[in-house]
């Protein structure tokens, strides 16, 4: 009882956190000019995905562990969602690797080549394929037949609401995880591999030039973005290959004794990466470090002196200077 009531807690704190992090980073794009680029365009997909991950699959996942029994259908829809919302992440970082790889290969035509309109419609491709690899089990892959088969389900088709009831591992193994998380992941690793190879090799041949000073600059920055989403990709993996490893453990090895606690811990693993994203931004990116500052000093410590952002946290949120006043006009009474 006690794992289940801290993984309870964990994931209400994951849910503020992930919700509050990416609300943030929306935000920030909106009120910034110069974060509405291709990029982040992607970025804000990637946070749309996270913010439903911690308002919507949390609540979810926390009813599931509570054993809830539930129509087939119902139960099957819940996981469903999290498998569309966990493939549109992954495919939101391949359109985000793919968009800096262009950036760095061909600078000079890349504003030609990636337009608003296509990062647009490239955003809305990943959102449909997500959709369609997610919502599969709900086309007839899926547990039903097994369950009717062996007993465990009756005519009115009401089952304890358990993610490994329903979802085929089938499905989760061979389609899902060797089909739409592992090539592209390994897509990913190779596409940052040529992008630092690039970059470096333009550093290197410009290294001793001084009439390449822009050149040089602009393939500094394109390398510290590299590396910041470089490490969301490298966050990513490892909070959900451990799930995916005890699936294919479920599958290949039925026989095997999973502890509660390791599949608690998993779980958690990969609902927490929703909630790292917007830190990551904040201490890798400098336009999202600004941004996430201004939202706070404008809207949490000063609304009515939103002009005063440098002064706002010391003179409205820090109270040292007047306490002491205060004190003193007291002492005179």
């Not at 807690?9 to 110069?34: C, D, F, P, T």
Request: charge should be positive; hydrophobic fraction near 50%; glycine fraction near 4%.
């Amino acid at each position: 009882m006690l794992p289940q009531s801290l993984y309870i807690g964990m994931e209400v704190l994951i849910a503020v956190a992930s919700v509050i992090g990416n609300v943030m980073v929306v935000w920030a794009v909106k009120i910034n000019k110069s974060l509405r680029d291709t990029t982040f365009c992607f970025i804000v997909s990637l946070a749309l995905a996270d913010i439903a991950v911690g308002a919507l699959v949390i609540p979810l996942a926390i009813t599931i562990s509570i054993g809830l029994k539930t129509h087939f259908y119902s139960c099957l829809l819940v996981a469903c969602t999290v498998l569309v919302l966990t493939q549109s992440s992954i495919l939101a970082l391949l359109a985000i690797a793919i968009d800096r790889y262009l950036r760095v290969k061909i600078p000079t035509r890349y504003k030609r080549v990636v337009t608003p309109r296509r990062a647009g419609l490239a955003v809305v491709v990943c959102w449909t394929v997500a959709f369609v690899v997610g919502l599969t089990p709900m086309l007839g892959w899926n547990n039903l037949k097994r369950l009717q088969q062996n007993g465990s389900i009756g005519a009115d088709l009401v089952v304890t609401c358990q993610f490994e009831n329903v979802i085929s591992m089938d499905y989760m193994v061979y389609f899902n995880f060797f089909g739409w998380v592992l090539p592209p992941l390994l897509l990913m690793l190779l596409i940052y591999a040529e992008i630092f190879y690039m970059i470096h090799k333009q550093l290197n041949s410009k290294k001793f030039s001084t009439s390449h000073t822009d050149p040089n600059k602009y393939y500094d920055k394109e390398l510290n973005l590299a590396k910041s989403l470089a490490l969301v990709l490298f966050l990513f993996a490892i909070s959900w290959l451990p799930l995916h490893i005890i699936n294919c453990i479920t599958l290949f090895c039925p026989e095997c004794e999973k502890p509660i606690v390791l599949l608690y811990i998993a779980i958690l693993l990969t609902h927490g990466n929703s909630a790292v994203n917007p830190i990551v931004y904040a201490f890798r990116i400098k336009k999202f470090r600004s941004a996430f500052q201004k939202i706070w000093q404008q809207y949490f410590c000063c609304k009515d002196t939103s002009n005063r952002f440098k002064n706002c946290v010391q003179e409205t949120c820090s109270h040292r200077r007047t306490q002491p006043l205060v004190g003193e006009k007291h002492k005179m009474h």
